[in-house]
């Protein structure tokens, strides 16, 4: 695994996300209880033995350097190799794509020394271990190879996503975006494996051709003429594209099969470490079935829920099926249920607040209410 490398790419808008995306993208969005959404993508990667990472970045990305910093918790801070931010150039124009930034990063393609590049976007939670993906692609001799998951068409949103339709011998013969009437089931994880120098002729011919977005005008509309291949991730994927999938894939984690899955069975999931006093329980505190951070005090009644470091729930608050994030604090006789608070919220004492599990409710960072 030392002769592949990383690129997160970080750079698809992330309005979807509304509120929760105001000030930061995608990959800077809190999930989990301690986390953030690149934590799963770069644990993915240096669990998998890769040691050099780079993160193409658009705008918005002061909170995402400010988590990042040199990248020691993910063992990033290295003398060779290690976390490099791929800025865009001074003209980028963010509405027209993602490929100018590619082209202007490579000269850091060109000098990395890996053979292999893995590129991922930063909205899929899951645990994978890209050695088993690497073997297959060098094993079938493709251009390409894209990491797939297959779900269910009758309930899952195909908005802005990418679906795959593939042979017998796992060919990807078209590919489709945001489908209004899908061919298939299987839809792309946004993580591709293919050889550096294949990656740096492909953005050369694109740009030269007046192409600005990566996936369109250098995979898809060169699909006849490559041989790509689909490897299908048998495990949970969580792919974050809307409010209503963020809080699906957090109340995801409650569920014990899948907190195994994400955090122990294939490495842990590192994050940014904060120095902060375990849980305080007070005997007022009802708690059930509920992922609470380090740093919080609890003297209400929290369930189905997940708070992250530093919420304060006072006396007689009730927190039902909701996401907290950090230094939030429920006043006395508060109720919330089906809500999203971002940072810094205050609510105020006896506010009933009340969303539902398709509308949650979304409330932004430093708001009094």
């Not at 997160?8 to 995306?21: D, F, R």
């Not at 986390?35 to 033995?49: E, K, P, Q």
């Not at 990248?71 to 509405?95: C, M, Q, S």
Request: hydrophobic letters at 35%; aromatic letters at 8%.
């Amino acid at each position: 695994m030392g002769d592949l490398m990383g690129i997160v790419n970080n750079t698809k808008s992330g309005t979807l996300l509304k509120e929760l995306s105001d000030n930061r993208y995608t990959a800077a969005v809190p999930f989990g209880g301690r986390y953030r959404m690149i934590d799963f993508v770069l644990s993915n990667m240096v669990n998998s033995g890769i040691r050099n990472v780079g993160i193409l970045v658009q705008d918005k990305y002061r909170s995402l350097m400010d988590h990042l910093r040199s990248g020691k918790e993910w063992g990033l801070a290295r003398k060779t190799d290690g976390l490099f931010i791929l800025t865009p150039p001074y003209h980028h124009n963010v509405r027209k794509g993602d490929l100018d930034n590619f082209h202007c990063n490579r000269e850091y393609l060109e000098k990395s020394h890996q053979k292999y590049v893995v590129i991922s976007g930063s909205n899929m939670i899951c645990n994978i271990n890209y050695t088993d993906p690497l073997r297959f692609h060098k094993e079938h001799g493709g251009d390409i190879t894209i990491l797939y998951t297959e779900e269910d068409s009758a309930t899952t949103d195909f908005y802005n996503a990418t679906v795959l339709s593939m042979d017998e011998a796992c060919q990807v013969k078209a590919m489709e975006v945001s489908p209004t009437k899908p061919k298939s089931n299987r839809l792309s994880m946004d993580m591709l494996i293919m050889e550096k120098a294949f990656l740096i002729d492909l953005i050369d011919e694109a740009v030269a051709k007046g192409g600005h977005d990566f996936l369109m005008d250098c995979i898809i509309r060169n699909l006849s003429s490559l041989k790509v291949f689909g490897y299908h991730h048998p495990g949970y994927v969580g792919r974050v594209h809307s409010i209503q999938s963020y809080f699906k894939h957090n109340m995801d984690l409650l569920q014990t099969d899948i907190w195994e899955e994400i955090f122990v069975k294939s490495g842990p999931i590192y994050t940014k470490v904060k120095d902060q006093a375990p849980v305080k329980y007070m005997d007022s505190a009802m708690v059930k079935n509920s992922l609470i951070a380090n740093g919080c005090i609890i003297e209400g009644t929290v369930e189905n829920s997940i708070l992250f470091r530093g919420v304060r729930v006072h006396k007689g608050a009730v927190i039902k099926d909701s996401i907290v994030m950090q230094h939030c604090e429920i006043d006395e006789n508060s109720e919330l249920k089906h809500i999203i608070l971002d940072k810094d919220v205050l609510v105020t004492r006896d506010k009933k607040l009340r969303g539902s599990r398709e509308y949650p409710m979304v409330v932004e960072k430093n708001t009094s209410l």
